[in-house]
């Protein structure tokens, strides 16, 4: 005969009785249990399709579409790594539409795919998509970050041969540096580089009103940016999320569910953070093993500036200007938003005075701009010091010493 459990006392209230033997499953995208029930509930993942079952729904739709004679197994791992992150039913809904708008599966789908994960992070509200406009050439100087851009390209667009390789999956990497001087544009170039979308989280919009909000906004913000991947995840001033975060127990939890996710991530999600000020930061997020490297942008140097002002120069349909080594001098101590506002400045009086831009328009106008090291010059000093101790990889020359 079975034993049955002995009932808690009457007197007690209870939520739960083995004499009614019924178990409740709740599907839900949200965890979100009331406190009171939540201490009677298991929690499970239900993780995505892996590999080899994608691989299997891939196979069956080329089968059934008689298209396994036209299907090469190179449009196979192009096709896979952007069909990661959904779920089985969102995978054959994705093939049938392929198969069915031109007759044929091919990596060319992928743009397909890309822009329907893109309406998942729209209706998620948790995640910005940002559009991506700037490339590489949209962005002066700063070679260092850029070659090592270039080469993370050939990885990730190659990811499934790139794994079957061995290779380590890109974690992302942390840009430090001054204000204006290129990161957001990085961020937006590399996912225009690796032809991804583009998802920016703001930490301060995760902080919910509820216990265990605030680390579900984040937990489940993660999922999203797996289930988009490949893509690129954009960390902007990270440093105002996790700088400090000792006194506060729901962002030391955050900062710890986010650090393990960045250790053990094996998914495409390129993480680029961006932060002005490294220096309160937790020496965790730092160490080798989160991001792949950190580099440091300090202001331009004077190749730099000329570089800076050709790109906003071509912008504006003046890219035959040569900057000339006065603009040059007059621009020290200038960042990349500086020399972007001299040339709209300029091209502003120009066109008020009915006349062409020219060098001598631009030389006034740097000589009477008010620069970032003007302005906030104790702030800046105080940046370069930390800069020079701080051991990141130049963004510039590839050093570690950053230059001052
Ligand atoms: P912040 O820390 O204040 O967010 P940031 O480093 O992210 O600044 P960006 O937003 O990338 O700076 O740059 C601000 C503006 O300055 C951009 O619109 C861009 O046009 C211009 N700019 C900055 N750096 C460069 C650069 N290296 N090349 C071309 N343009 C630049």
């Keep these: 005969m079975t034993k049955i459990k002995p009932l808690l006392p009457k007197a007690l209230p209870r939520l739960s009785t083995v004499a009614f033997s019924t178990t409740v499953i709740i599907v839900s995208t949200y965890i979100h249990l ?3 029930l939540d201490k009677y509930a298991s929690y499970l993942d239900i ?6 079952e994608i691989k299997v729904l891939i196979d069956w739709h080329v089968e059934v579409n008689e298209y ?5 197994e190179a449009e196979m791992e192009k096709l896979m790594p ?5 779920t089985y039913f969102e995978i054959d809904r994705m093939l049938d539409m392929a198969m069915s708008s031109n007759g044929t599966l091919t990596a060319e789908d992928q743009s397909m795919i890309l822009q329907h994960k893109k309406q998942m992070v729209r209706k998620s509200g948790l995640l910005e998509l940002v559009d991506t406009p700037a490339n590489l050439d949209s962005i002066g100087g700063l070679n260092a970050l850029k070659s090592y851009l270039l080469k ?3 990885i990730i667009k190659n990811i499934g041969e790139a794994i079957n390789k061995n290779v380590a999956v890109p974690k992302g990497i942390f840009i430090v540096g001054m204000p204006g001087c290129g990161k957001s544009l990085c961020a937006k170039a590399s ?3 690796f032809n991804t979308p583009l998802l920016k989280m703001d930490m301060g919009s995760m902080m919910g009103k509820y216990v265990g909000e605030s680390e579900g906004n984040l937990h489940r ?8 991947s490949p893509c690129v995840l954009w960390i902007d001033e990270i440093e105002k999320a996790f700088s400090g975060i000792g006194g506060n127990d729901i962002m030391t939890r955050m900062f710890g569910y986010f650090l393990s996710w960045m250790q053990d991530k094996t998914s495409s999600v390129y993480v680029i953070a961006t932060a002005n000020n490294a220096d309160h930061l937790p020496p965790e997020l730092k160490r080798k093993g989160r991001f ?5 942008v300090n202001l331009p140097t004077a190749e730099e500036r000329k570089a800076i002002f050709d790109v906003h120069l071509k912008k504006k349909g003046y890219g035959s200007l040569e900057p000339s080594e006065k603009l040059i001098k007059h621009t020290d101590g200038f960042n990349g938003a500086d020399i972007e506002a001299v040339v709209n400045e300029a091209m502003g009086e120009v066109f008020i005075e009915q006349k062409n831009l020219n060098m001598e328009t631009l030389e006034k106008i740097a000589l009477r701009t008010i620069s970032i090291s003007k302005s906030c010059k104790r702030q800046i000093e105080d940046m370069k010091k930390v800069f020079a101790e701080s051991n990141f990889k130049d963004a510039t020359t590839g050093n570690i010493t950053v230059k001052l």
């Excluded at 396994?68 to 090469?72: A, D, L, Q, V």
């Design 34 to 36: 009331p406190q009171e």
């Design 292 to 296: 792949d490297e950190i580099f440091c």
């Design 191 to 193: 996912a225009a580089l």
């Design 152 to 154: 993370k390209e050939k």
């Design 47 to 52: 993780t995505f399709p892996s590999d080899e």
């Design 68 to 72: 396994k004679e036209n299907f090469r």
């Design 221 to 228: 913000a993660i999922q999203i940016a797996e289930a988009a």
């Design 82 to 86: 952007s069909l990661k992150g959904l």
